[in-house]
């Protein structure tokens, strides 16, 4: 799987391989920014094992464990794919898009 890291430190000075996303829905503490950047120039691959949603702390009352998934909308998404040609050398290809 291939994966983009997300920080909740702003670049200095932000470059066309960063990309700022604003989630909708913010993510369980302690990832609960409501923006953050995905750090287009860091793509790395790691296992499907290694990656698992969010677990949400147990309340009074459940039956099991509970789950967070987070969401970027379909624009965000073509931003940070654009912000990952651009990290990888590859800017003329974002007008395929």
Known sequence: MTI???STTDPE???A???RIALAE???LPFDSPVM???CDLVSSVSLDR???FKLPRRRGDQGRQWATGRVEPA???DVRAAILCG???DSLTKWL
């Open 4 to 6: 983009v890291p997300l």
């Open 13 to 15: 000075p932000p470059k």
């Open 17 to 19: 391989y960063h990309c």
């Open 26 to 28: 913010p993510l369980p």
């Open 37 to 39: 950047w995905a750090k």
């Open 51 to 53: 990656l698992d949603r």
């Open 76 to 78: 965000q998404l073509r």
């Open 88 to 90: 990888l050398g590859l």
